[in-house]
């Protein structure tokens, strides 16, 4: 009976140092591997940064798109494109105010 006491204190001896073993190899390889918690969790953060962007430029684009049909086929909106961003006008007189920089 002693001697199947001292085979299992053996056993565990063997097993306890392959488990810790184990379980320190895992935790290194879950937090320093390419496909550890870290570096998941950075890809994860980049593809959201990323699908925020794209929804972002979807938006310009469809403000651009709009742009261009307005360009197309609203006179009003040429109208006021011609006279604020080129600075045309249908003969009044503009005036400018500039400040003065100390």
């Excluded at 918690?37 to 979807?58: A, C, F, G, P, S």
């Excluded at 469809?62 to 600075?87: C, M, P, V």
Aim: proline letters at 1%.
């Amino acid at each position: 009976m002693a001697q199947l006491t001292r085979k299992k204190m053996i056993g565990r001896l063997v097993i306890l140092p392959l488990l810790a073993a184990l379980l320190v190899a895992l935790i290194t390889f879950s937090f320093s591997s390419e496909y550890g918690i870290i570096n998941v969790y950075k890809t994860y953060k980049e593809q959201k940064r990323l699908q925020n962007e794209i929804t972002q430029m979807h938006t310009v684009v469809d403000s651009l798109h709009n742009e261009i049909y307005r360009l197309q086929h609203d006179t009003a909106y040429i109208e006021k494109f011609a006279r604020e961003k080129l600075g045309m006008t249908r003969g009044e007189k503009v005036y400018k105010f500039v400040e003065e920089k100390d």
